[in-house]
C-alpha cells in the first residue's frame, strides 16, 4: 500500500482523537507458548497482631507470568536491576502523555536487594526490547489470556485465547528498509480510528518502535485494520501490521490491554 508523508501524518492525528498515533508498520510474530507463571500484586487491609483496630497493608505476590495490568502510583523508576540503588533506565509515569492509562506488562519476579519482591517489566521504548525492573507493591496486575504471535515470512497473525488459537489471518507488514520490528512486545493501547479508513475499524498500538522515528508517535508500531485489503501478505507498511477489517473486528475481544505480542520471522 503506498501512503504519502502528509496523508499518513493526517489519518495518524486524527486517530489520536481517541489514541496515540502508530506508525504506519506492522510487527514480526512468533508460536505462541503456554502462558508461564505471572504476577499479581494485591494490596489488603490486615490487622497487625495486638493493634486492634489499626490496619497495615500487606502484597501477596502471585508468580504466574506474563501478567499486565496498572500502576498504584503516581510514577516509578525502572531500573537496571531490583535495586533502589540500581541505575534508573526510564520514569515510568500512571499517565502517558495522551492521557491514556500506562499499562505494564511483567515478566518474572525476584527478591530485590531491599528484602521485598521486585517484577522485570517491558520498557516501552527505544531501543526495542528494552527490561527494567520496578517494585512489585508499585503495580496491580492480573496474568493475561491471550496472545499476538505475527509471522513476517508467512505474513500470518495467530491470535491465541486461553492457550488455544482462536483466528489466523492474513497481514500486510513492513516494507524493505522498513521492516516491521521482531520481538516479544504487548498491546499498550486500543481505539477505534475516528473518521480515518486507512486504519480500519479498530486498532491497537503495540510497545514496539519502527525504523522510522519522524512519524507521529515517535514510529509506534499499530495492528490495524485497512481500506485496501488487496494488499494484505505483501510487505508494503512502514512498520505496522495491517490485518483485514474482520481482523481487526476480532482484536476487539481478543487482543485486550497487555496482551503480549511475539513478531517473527
Request: charged share 15%; glycine share 8%.
Amino acid at each position: 500500500m503506498r501512503l504519502g508523508r502528509a496523508a499518513f501524518a493526517a489519518a495518524a492525528l486524527a486517530a489520536l482523537v481517541a489514541s496515540s498515533a502508530l506508525a504506519d508498520g506492522t510487527p514480526p510474530a512468533t508460536p505462541a507458548t503456554p502462558a508461564t507463571p505471572a504476577v499479581t500484586a494485591t494490596a489488603q487491609q490486615t490487622a497487625a497482631p495486638g493493634t486492634a483496630g489499626q490496619s497495615h497493608t500487606t502484597f501477596h505476590v502471585q508468580t504466574v507470568f506474563p501478567a499486565a495490568g496498572q500502576m498504584l502510583v503516581a510514577s516509578v523508576a525502572a531500573r537496571t536491576e531490583p535495586s533502589p540503588q540500581a541505575s534508573v533506565i526510564k520514569v515510568m509515569h500512571q499517565f502517558r502523555p495522551d492521557y491514556r492509562i500506562q499499562e505494564i506488562l511483567a515478566l518474572k519476579t525476584r527478591t530485590g536487594t531491599d528484602g521485598k519482591p521486585w517484577y522485570r517489566i517491558s520498557i516501552p521504548m527505544r531501543p526495542n526490547g528494552t527490561m527494567g525492573w520496578i517494585p512489585a507493591r508499585s503495580v496491580k496486575l492480573a496474568p493475561t489470556v491471550g496472545q499476538i504471535v505475527v509471522h513476517r515470512r508467512s505474513r500470518t497473525i495467530d491470535l491465541y485465547w486461553h492457550n488455544k488459537l482462536a483466528l489466523q489471518a492474513k497481514v500486510a507488514v513492513g516494507a524493505t528498509n522498513m521492516e516491521t520490528p521482531t520481538g516479544h512486545f504487548y498491546v499498550a493501547a486500543r481505539f477505534v480510528p475516528y473518521k480515518d479508513p486507512f486504519l480500519g475499524v479498530f486498532a491497537v498500538e503495540t510497545s514496539a518502535y519502527s525504523k522510522l522515528t519522524e512519524w507521529p508517535g515517535g514510529g509506534v508500531v499499530g495492528i490495524h485494520g485497512t481500506d485496501m485489503p488487496q494488499l494484505l501478505g505483501q510487505a508494503v507498511s512502514h512498520g505496522c501490521v495491517r490485518v483485514a477489517n474482520t481482523t481487526a473486528a476480532a482484536l476487539v475481544k481478543l487482543a485486550p490491554l497487555g496482551t503480549p505480542i511475539l513478531i517473527t520471522d
